[in-house]
């Protein structure tokens, strides 16, 4: 490596590159040009990435030459100052400088010809201050990168900070054709460059400064080795070859120092920073004259004009004006560029202004740029990956583009695109990849925007949610909080000593309802701190340095305040106080109905698993794998079995030893309503007798002895009701000798038969699938009933209709007439099963329906986007509309059957 005191440098190359014609000469024959002031200046207020300036003046104001006219609107913005003095008469929509062609909030200031100025300051102790206040001074002079994107200076700077720099490199290289301004800005403010980069290199302290520079600015670079051998400066010069586009900055830097900048990363993260020699001068400018950013060197070139040349014009000029100085021929004017002819962008209008990173006015004629060839289909010849400078694969991002597969074109690595169009140049088929490329970075961005719209709607919605959530509790803790402090006066009366305890007994729910909001803040807190850290993390990526600060900050106080809530719920008291023997004997229960629960839960969740297991073994018969897994489930569902029977037991046995008087209680309620039962059904039967005897029915006798029971059996509740104790012991014996055998196999029986309904009911559903999915394939009638599958159905239907005529015969009398109501709601918990099957078959056949018009709609789309498919399309849809009336008519066929079940009920 060559030392530091050394004034070249060693060159290295990049992947790709293509030489077109430079066409540099036309715009150095004559000396640099300044135009006389236009009629007015057009400002936008956005000539930088970030945010637009802020305007400081109103309508009608006087401002001077060099006064702030716009201020800095966060972070990552800048200052704009008048160009001239003279009067604000308008702050209005314009045309503006824009690929888009849209217009942008514009200071209007209309020049009043003495062009006096302000009082200037300069920066005259700039080494002996810190370099903080130096990069708050470039701001306030409004000073950006000048090269390119127009990145505010003093952000860059500061960017680098956060890695010790190896290289900083001033990109002199100026590679498109046609253009000239930074040659000529070198040429004629040599000195002034060469101090601006000692300044800006007094601010980074980078390890080596090295200038790189294009071979074809022979003049350029001997008037910069005359000033740095004069200086004994340390600056090195590295001469590159001519090659587009090596003044692309990962290109020059990989040129100069033989590194190649990661994917996603910018030059700070490996320690070197780039800026562009107008960006040097500027900064000169600002420190040593006290001169902000109000013109710069633009290059007027083309064969539409008859007097090409570099000029140094003030900001707002508008193009019209250029074009008018350097004597432009509208006859031959075809297309006006604003840039070069590689990365440059039409200008649909000349009212167009200059901006701050306005390099070049191309005004050129038809012949030297003709309108492009027609677009034609891809030939694959690679020519676009040899000559890519980022050593991407331009094809295959162009067949991700044009079929939307965003994530793909990402994973390409689409952002590396410098979109210098070397790739489009040598393209034989006249592709403009480059646009493609431009259309669907855009994409990707609008939908990043919007996932972060999204992103934070969903926060603000949980916020609010888990907000309600915790006033709901907290308000429950209290009322409930009140409930246990007001107790009732009997209680007060009959129970003296624990009226002591009740203080501690109120408190506890209340240090418990304390500890629960605490852990809800908490919750909610971590939360919250997960979002600003996914920002956080996306800002930092996308170098969004305004976001970045504020939500640091935001982090911080976040995590501030979880470890206090945090800390707080750790000094809480114990929710557990001490109480007397007997209320914890009161209090017990409690585990053991959380026990019963959770073993409850167990229960279900493994018999879902098992569910679903047993339907894919279904499926696959021969999954040994499967097997062993539903084995395994089958031993945890009994183990779990056990144990909710056994915490069952526990719990009823502990509840009837606690609670005899509230199950005395019950059975007294439950007396009563037989009662009032038995009594109902005496009028019933003898409403019954006594239209039988008007009829003189001959069931009359029967009827009969039915009043009779049912009048014995209302007697007996009477007396019953009257002496409650001993009615309860003789129900107990009865429900002993009732309950001892039958329950059990009844209960046995109606689970069989249930278990045998499910394997009917699926077996005609797989048998219906199977018969569709044939008559979807196109087989005939023959070959489906050739199949095994139509005597499947057969078989399952006649098994499903015997089980449900089964189930549907009434049990056998025990109970006496009067029960006639218990019979009756089980033979409507009966009938309710099958309704509730038809139910579900009609929501299948509307789901169905659903579907099949939705892929008819889906195979017109294909068939209208590609007609050369059109027979297989067309089949597709004449399928589809066959299943779809199928399923249309056994839908109506199933709504009638519901209808029909619904008015016999």
């Not at 900064?283 to 000029?311: M, W, Y």
């Not at 729910?509 to 920002?535: C, F, H, W």
Request: aromatic share 2%.
């Amino acid at each position: 490596m060559p030392t530091v005191n050394m004034q070249t440098a060693n060159i290295f190359s990049f992947h790709g590159g293509i030489h077109p014609p430079e066409n540099k000469t036309q715009s150095l024959q004559l000396p640099l040009g300044r135009p006389r002031l236009p009629n007015e200046l057009i400002l936008p207020l956005g000539q930088h990435i970030g945010q637009s300036s802020r305007p400081l003046v109103k309508v009608g104001d006087k401002v001077l030459k060099g006064e702030t006219i716009a201020i800095n609107n966060g972070f990552l913005s800048s200052f704009l100052h008048a160009p001239t003095s003279g009067t604000i008469t308008a702050i209005e929509e314009r045309l503006i400088a824009h690929p888009s062609g849209l217009s942008d909030l514009c200071i209007i200031l209309t020049p009043d010809g003495s062009d006096t100025w302000t009082k200037l300051e300069p920066l005259s102790h700039w080494q002996d201050i810190s370099k903080t206040d130096v990069l708050a001074y470039l701001s306030e002079m409004g000073i950006i990168g000048m090269g390119g994107a127009g990145f505010p200076t003093q952000v860059k700077l500061q960017g680098a900070y956060k890695n010790p720099l190896t290289h900083f490199i001033i990109n002199a290289a100026e590679c498109e054709p046609y253009i000239t301004a930074d040659d000529m800005l070198i040429r004629e403010k040599t000195l002034e460059l060469v101090l601006g980069i000692e300044i800006l290199q007094h601010l980074v302290q980078a390890d080596h400064v090295v200038i790189g520079i294009e071979d074809n600015k022979p003049t350029a670079i001997a008037a910069l080795r005359t000033v740095l051998n004069k200086r004994k400066s340390k600056i090195q010069i590295a001469v590159v070859p001519t090659k587009y586009p090596s003044g692309g900055e990962k290109q020059l830097i990989q040129l100069l120092t033989g590194k190649e900048v990661p994917s996603g990363q910018y030059p700070a993260d490996i320690g070197i920073l780039c800026q562009n020699v107008g960006t040097c001068v500027a900064v000169h400018d600002a420190i040593t004259l006290g001169k902000p950013l109000i013109s710069r060197f633009t290059t007027l070139t083309g064969d539409a004009l008859k007097n090409p040349q570099n000029v140094e014009v003030l900001l707002g000029t508008p193009v019209a004006h250029l074009l008018d100085y350097a004597e432009s021929e509208p006859k031959k004017l075809s297309r006006l560029i604003m840039g070069g002819p590689m990365m440059g962008y039409t200008l649909d209008s000349a009212a167009v202004p200059i901006v701050k990173t306005s390099n070049c006015i191309l005004a050129a004629s038809k012949k030297e740029l003709p309108p492009p060839a027609p677009e034609q289909a891809c030939i694959r010849c690679g020519m676009c990956e040899q000559a890519c400078p980022a050593s991407l694969l331009p094809q295959q991002l162009l067949w991700f583009s044009k079929s939307q597969e965003f994530e793909k074109a990402e994973h390409h690595n689409l952002f590396d695109c410098i979109e210098c169009g070397a790739c489009s140049y040598v393209c034989p088929s006249s592709i403009p990849l480059v646009q493609y490329y431009r259309h669907t970075k855009s994409s990707i961005r609008e939908a990043r925007e919007a996932t972060v719209k999204s992103d934070l709607a969903k926060q603000r919605f949980e916020a609010r949610k888990a907000r309600q959530d915790a006033e709901a509790a907290e308000k429950e803790a209290k009322r409930l909080a009140r409930q246990k402090a007001t107790p009732s006066k009997t209680t007060d009366e009959k129970k003296s000593a624990p009226i002591k305890t009740a203080p501690t007994a109120a408190a506890a729910p209340a240090t418990t309802d304390e500890s629960k909001k605490l852990k809800v803040d908490i919750a909610i807190g971590k939360s919250k701190l997960k979002k600003l850290e996914k920002q956080l993390l996306e800002a930092q990526e996308n170098e969004h340095v305004e976001d970045i600060n504020s939500l640091q900050l935001q982090v911080t106080d976040q995590e501030k305040a979880i470890a206090l809530l945090e800390e707080q719920l750790t000094q809480m008291p114990s929710a557990t106080p001490a109480a007397p023997a007997v209320n914890t004997a009161k209090a017990s229960p409690a585990p053991a109905n959380d026990e019963l629960k959770k073993a409850k839960v167990d229960v279900a969740l493994i018999g879902v698993k098992l569910k679903k297991l047993q339907k894919q073994l279904i499926e696959t018969p021969d999954d040994q794998e499967l097997k062993d897994k539903i084995n395994a489930f089958e031993t945890d569902l009994k183990a779990a079995q056990d144990t909710v029977s056994r915490l069952s037991a526990t719990t009823e046995s502990h509840t009837a030893a606690s609670e005899p008087k509230a199950a005395a209680s019950d059975e007294l309620k439950k007396l009563k309503i037989d009662a009032a039962i038995a009594k109902a059904a005496v009028k019933k039967v003898e409403k019954a007798l006594k239209k039988a005897e008007e009829i003189n029915a001959p069931e009359i006798e029967a009827i009969r002895q039915q009043l009779k029971e049912a009048q014995q059996r209302a007697d007996d509740l009477e007396k019953a009701l009257a002496n409650p104790e001993a009615a309860s012991q003789n129900a107990e014996e009865q429900t002993k000798k009732a309950d001892a055998a039958p329950n059990n196999v009844d209960a046995d029986a109606a689970k069989k038969r249930k278990i045998d309904l499910a394997i009917a009911k699926a077996g005609i559903k797989k048998a219906e699938k199977n018969i569709q999915l044939l008559q979807e394939q196109g087989k005939d009638e023959a070959e489906i009933n050739a199949s095994e599958w139509p005597s499947k159905l057969k078989e399952a239907q006649e098994k499903l209709a015997a089980l449900e005529a089964e189930e549907s015969t009434p049990a056998t009398a025990v109970s006496a007439p009067v029960e006639k109501t218990a019979d009756t709601v089980a033979q409507s918990e009966v009938k309710a099963e099958p309704e509730m099957d038809l139910a579900t078959q009609i929501k299948k056949e509307k789901i169905a329906v659903a579907l099949a018009k939705a892929q008819i709609n889906k195979l017109n789309k294909r068939l209208e986007s590609t007609p050369e498919d059109a027979d297989s399309i067309n089949q597709e849809i004449n399928a589809t509309q066959q299943r779809l009336q199928r399923a249309e008519a056994l839908l109506k066929k199933l709504i009638h059957s519901q209808t029909n079940m619904q008015e016999n009920r």
